[in-house]
């Protein structure tokens, strides 16, 4: 059993179809992506704990944050066992986020609950997340926005499902639980009940991915005779990538990228109620159209996500983030200004925002492709995950802290966002200037062996995975 885990074990032999690939990765990433309809849980879990915003908040940066560590510290480690190894980590660690997470919820202690999904769950996020990645783009290496627009878009469809999910089985598991309410709470059992149950069924749907991924031939072994060299010819090394200031500006502009929009998808479902809500009074936004809201962002954050990402393949990945970055700034003023006028401009804007927002993070693989190769690109991809983890923690803690300063949870309104609104179109600006400044990485931090290895047998790696592989 352990030994098909292993990944000369998980190498396609003859007539098997590259495109099993993207399913494998989406099994992996629709459940992960449940992290971005944590906002479904927030209200009740502060009524829950009697605790503020800001205290329930911290359970979701800590994910993200031990998302971006744990990518960070074992995409090496991903890289030499393989994904199907990963992915059965990254299962176990998520399904059991989960358990630990509805353990604390029942005994009423915090800190169990920030072990559980916080820790144990964020380490699940990281390994499964580069995982998929970095395997598309071997079997994809002419396509790579494309590629990880296939997998990266179920991380960011993940809360489509799990929105309306969790409503129904806390409604389930709490008949006084109405998604309808406007002011609808569930109770300890539910939640942790809710937890439980979510956390199974991931288990189930990440092992099956696991099962089906494949890498292509050549990757087992010898691996530098087959890697792509970015667009400039460079194949470097994780070790040499993190020492350019290509990595240190991409790493500030999926900072900057992620802090924005992280900032609206945390505080997604009580953040579109307050926006149409009188002053003091019930807002016109129920619990049902909340979540509702959330799958709506959700969904935009998968297609930006396909749709944008292929479209760096065709402009180019710098142009792409231009987008990102300048176009979302001027939307996140208008936001601000305008958003409270009627629902469908909240909607619209925050739609629009929050698909660059899943554009970016299936953009920077490419990104990363382009300025590296292929050689190390799971483990740059993991260490620039880094960012991540920091916007997790900086993002939400702006939204919330002026929201804690401004009022209590259920009184407030549209002007109690807007100091952290205009703090986000700072944060977007310097995100731009950065990514102006990235230029091509210089020869001196290429793996010269590596190059000439890569040169000379890419082609030829290339049709043979297009010969098999369709």
């Known amino acids: 059993m352990l030994a098909f885990l292993d990944k000369s074990r998980s190498v396609a032999r003859p007539g098997y179809s590259k495109w099993l690939i993207p399913p494998a990765a989406l099994a992996v990433h629709l459940s992960i992506g449940q992290v971005y309809a944590f906002s479904v849980f927030k209200t009740s879990l502060v009524a829950h704990f009697d605790s503020s915003q800001t205290a329930i908040a911290w359970i979701f940066s800590i994910a993200i944050v031990m998302l971006g560590l744990s990518a960070a510290v074992l995409g090496t480690w991903v890289e030499r066992v393989g994904p199907r ?111 439980l149950t979510l956390g199974l069924v991931y288990v189930v749907f990440m092992l099956i991915g696991a099962a089906l991924v494949r890498i292509p031939p050549g990757y087992a072994e010898g691996e530098a005779s087959v890697q792509q060299p970015g667009r400039n010819g460079a194949l470097v090394r994780a070790s040499q990538a993190i020492r350019t200031p290509q990595f240190a500006l991409l790493w500030i502009v999926l900072f900057c990228n992620v802090t924005a929009g992280i900032g609206i998808l945390e505080q997604a479902a009580p953040m579109i109620q307050d926006f149409f809500r009188s002053d003091g009074g019930t807002s016109s936004v129920s619990a049902a159209e909340a979540a509702g809201f959330v799958g709506m962002l959700s969904l935009a954050n998968m297609a930006g996500r396909f749709v944008w990402s292929s479209l760096s393949d065709l402009i180019g990945r710098k142009p792409t ?111 731009f200037v950065a990514n102006l400044l990235i230029r091509p990485v210089g020869e001196k931090h290429f793996d010269k062996e590596a190059v000439r290895a890569g040169s000379r047998d890419a082609p030829d790696q290339q049709a043979a995975m297009a010969r098999g592989g369709n």
């Open 321 to 431: 983030y231009m987008i990102y970055l300048g176009v979302g700034l001027v939307l996140y003023v208008l936001l601000a200004t305008v958003g409270q006028q009627s629902t469908a401009i909240f909607v619209i804007l925050a739609l629009v925002i929050i698909s660059y927002y899943g554009g970016g993070f299936a953009t920077v693989p490419a990104y990363l492709k382009d300025l590296f190769g292929t050689l190390e690109v799971g483990a740059i991809h993991g260490r620039l995950l880094t960012a991540w983890a920091a916007a997790g923690v900086v993002g939400p803690l702006i939204v919330n802290g002026f929201l804690d300063a401004a009022g209590e949870p259920g009184r407030l309104v549209a002007d109690d966002y807007h100091l952290g609104l205009f703090t986000m179109v700072g944060v977007l600006a310097v995100g």
């Open 85 to 195: 190894k990963a992915m059965v980590a990254a299962a176990l660690c998520w399904g059991s986020g989960f358990l630990v997470g509805s353990l604390g919820i029942a005994l009423g202690s915090l800190p169990i609950l920030y072990l559980g999904y916080g820790v144990i769950g964020g380490i699940g996020l990281g390994i499964g997340y580069i995982s998929p990645v970095s395997t598309l783009i071997k079997w994809f290496p002419d396509r790579p926005g494309l590629a990880t627009g296939m997998a990266i878009m179920g991380f960011g469809g993940g809360a489509l499902i799990a929105s309306p999910a969790t409503n129904k089985l806390l409604g389930v598991f709490d008949p006084g639980f109405s998604p309808d309410d406007k002011n609808a709470v569930a109770n300890g059992t539910a939640l942790a009940s809710t937890f």
